[in-house]
């Protein structure tokens, strides 16, 4: 399995942009998958999570309302829309893929990572 995320960037405080992370290989037909972040010297953190059973999403209390994950099953794809972004939202953005439908928050669940892409806000 493999996870190509892409749609990182420079954007000013109060912007958008779009995250994209497209899965590949045997992935087979249920996975759930997530978005993390990172900054330089801290632990990877929770953003949002998409859960195939119930197609229920969660989001970290520091993006609700501001931030939506979306899925493309056709496309085994997820997605990341980032509105009003600020400058604490800078940081490497992971997309995640999980075979578990317990503990999404947490980075020790998912089996596999994609390579990372920067997004960074300017204030």
């Known amino acids: 399995v493999q996870l190509q995320a892409s749609g990182g960037g420079l954007v000013q405080a109060g912007g958008f942009l779009r995250l994209s992370c497209a899965a590949s290989?045997?992935?087979?037909?249920?996975?759930?998958m997530a978005w993390f972040r990172q900054t330089p010297g801290k632990e990877r953190e929770f953003v949002a999570a998409?859960?195939?059973?119930?197609?229920?999403?969660y989001y970290a209390d520091s993006v609700k309302g501001r931030f939506t994950m979306s899925r493309d099953n056709a496309k085994n794809s997820v997605y990341l829309q980032m509105n009003s972004l600020k400058p604490e939202d800078t940081a490497v953005y992971y997309c995640?893929?999980?075979?578990?439908?317990?503990?999404?928050?947490?980075?020790?669940?998912?089996?596999?990572w994609g390579q990372g892409t920067q997004v960074t806000v300017s204030s």
């Open positions: 290989g045997r992935t087979g037909s249920r996975y759930n």
């Open positions: 998409l859960v195939w059973s119930g197609d229920s999403t």
């Open positions: 995640g893929l999980t075979y578990s439908d317990v503990d999404v928050a947490q980075v020790l669940t998912y089996h596999y």
